[in-house]
């Protein structure tokens, strides 16, 4: 018979063995299910998932980059997502200008925090650390990068664009440098009035379409509510509904019409050279003291929405 203390010990070794066990079995279950997903996706799709980090692997050529290992139940919980964002576009689209997504824990360039960057046909995309961004953030980082992809691959109407601006505005350079400022996460009638969904929407016309693309994708009836008060944001986003349509009449983007009114934009894809660079979504890239994302409920809103006709 076991002495009391001796028990003791035993029982304590035993539920440390089973706690082991346990988190061992889900581990193993766990990446086997990030397996699947991410075959499913490459057989549908064509696109291979990343998610086991190496800094040689995910940046080969890139001294300034730094990331991490992305938790394994956020990995669980993106994958589903990453399917839900390549599902707007035909595979087609996908084949053309999509062949890798790099998955991170955290996304580092030059000691700035990044939600996602994309380079030539890869979008990479941070998907938190302990705590993990929403759904809706998370997509709209997607669709965000991959317009970014689609702006270079295709003849974007960037001089209609910045003709919606008012005539003495310049965009003030690349994000990276607006990166840390308060103003950045600005939402105001005054910017709405001008055109920007966001202050960081002023850092260039990247970032602004960027912006542009993610809320269209995740925040319709938000954008649609905004355009019914303010021209410059209506004009905008035709002109985001005309750009994706003249890629594939089939991209599942919402109609700026509330009633969807069918937008004629002819397919007529123009395919140009494929660029790299790192983009600075910077509503979605900040850390966790400010928690300020894309895809959250309180974002600001205006009246109901106006029909647009083509």
Known sequence: MLKPQTSNRFFTLLSAVLLISLFICTNILLWADVDRQSFQIKKVYGVTIHYTYTHESFFPHDPSARGSQSWLTNLRSTLPLVEKFLSKYPQEVIHRNLTDIFLLGTLEFSG??????????????????????????????????????????????????????????RYLGSGFEMLGRDEVYN????????????????????????????????????????????????????????????????????????????????????????????????????????????????????????????
């Open 112 to 169: 700035k925090r990044y939600g996602g960057t994309y380079i030539d046909s890869a979008i990479y995309i941070s998907t938190g650390g302990f705590f993990t961004y929403s759904g809706s953030s998370l997509i709209g980082v997607m669709h965000a990068e991959f317009s970014s992809i689609l702006l270079h691959n295709y003849k974007f109407p960037s001089e209609e664009w910045e003709a919606v601006n008012k005539p003495t505005w």
């Open 187 to 310: 939402q105001t009638d005054e910017l709405f009035d001008n055109g920007f969904l966001e202050g960081y929407s002023q850092a260039s016309l990247e970032e602004d379409f960027n912006i542009f693309a993610a809320w269209v994708f995740t925040k319709p009836h938000r954008l649609r509510e905004l355009t019914s008060k303010h021209e410059r944001l209506r004009k905008k986003y035709y002109l985001v509904m005309k750009f994706y349509k003249s890629i594939h009449p089939e991209i599942d983007i919402p109609s700026p019409d509330v009633e969807n009114t069918r937008i004629r934009a002819p397919y007529t894809p123009v395919v140009t050279s494929t660029f790299s660079k790192k983009t600075d979504l910077a509503s979605v890239s900040i850390g966790l003291t400010s928690r300020k994302l894309w895809g959250i409920e309180d974002w600001p809103c205006a009246a109901e929405a106006v029909k647009l006709t083509s």
